[in-house]
T-cell receptor, first 111, second 111 residues
Framework: GQQLNQSPQSMFIQEGEDVSMNCTSS?????WLWYKQDPGEGPVLLIA?????ELTSNGRLTAQFGITRKDSFLNISASIPSDVGIYFC???????????FGTGTRLQVML | DAGVIQSPRHEVTEMGQEVTLRCKPI?????LFWYRQTMMRGLELLIY????????DSGMPEDRFSAKMPNASFSTLKIQPSEPRDSAVYFC?????????FGPGTRLTVL
């Protein structure tokens, strides 16, 4: 089946630093989504990407849909303590009904 | 507006017992999803419904798992009999359009 590999698995960064994480797939996706999960909560959607090459920002977050449609990256600029959590990419080949989730990147921010 | 509501938030049971997890989707959403999250396997889609009809149950691990959606505002995921390897966090999500909204999850522990 489809698999999404995320890297890095975990990150320790200093407050104020920029963060970059990516997701690669063995298959083509038509939709890429990035979610954040806080402890004890469900994932919350951060950014959605619907076209190859699309670059979308949401505040300090920027994500891109790779040209090959097999990868995506998420950047967080000027990290703050509340950025701590697990970030998941997710891909869909259809109308974002059936999502395949990545393995997650755990972000920890040091003050 | 209330988000996706799940109950119970925590469930501890003994092997062999029946477990029923409940979900109330966001009003007006026409898709409902059940996911399972574990450290080993990450976030996996178990089954999803559209307009109360099961569309894809290929992620349901085995016959011990069953899900129903008797109306637009309620769904259940049942495990009978439960086994220790079923221990996980089970999420319900709903959507209308492209964004899936997740509930807070039910943490299930089977002893």
């Amino acid at each position: 089946g489809q698999q999404l590999n995320q890297s890095p698995q975990s990150m320790f960064i200093q407050e104020g630093e920029d963060v970059s994480m990516n997701c690669t797939s063995s298959s083509i996706f038509n939709t890429w989504l990035w979610y954040k999960q806080d402890p004890g909560e469900g994932p919350v959607l951060l950014i959605a990407l619907y076209k190859a090459g699309e670059l979308t920002s949401n505040g300090r977050l920027t994500a891109q849909f790779g040209i090959t449609r097999k990868d995506s990256f998420l950047n967080i600029s000027a990290s703050i303590p509340s950025d701590v959590g697990i970030y998941f990419c997710a891909g869909s080949t259809g109308t974002a009904s059936k999502l395949t989730f990545g393995t997650g990147t755990r972000l920890q921010v040091m003050l | 507006d209330a988000g996706v509501i799940q109950s119970p938030r925590h469930e501890v049971t003994e092997m062999g017992q029946e477990v029923t997890l409940r979900c109330k989707p966001i009003s007006g959403h026409d898709y409902l999803f059940w996911y399972r999250q574990t450290m080993m396997r990450g976030l996996e889609l178990l089954i999803y419904f559209n307009n109360n009809v099961p569309i894809d149950d290929s992620g349901m691990p085995e016959d011990r798992f069953s899900a129903k959606m008797p109306n637009a505002s309620f769904s259940t995921l049942k495990i009978q009999p439960s086994e220790p390897r079923d221990s996980a966090v089970y999420f319900c999500a709903s959507k209308r359009g492209n964004e899936q909204f997740f509930g807070p999850g039910t943490r299930l522990t089977v002893l």
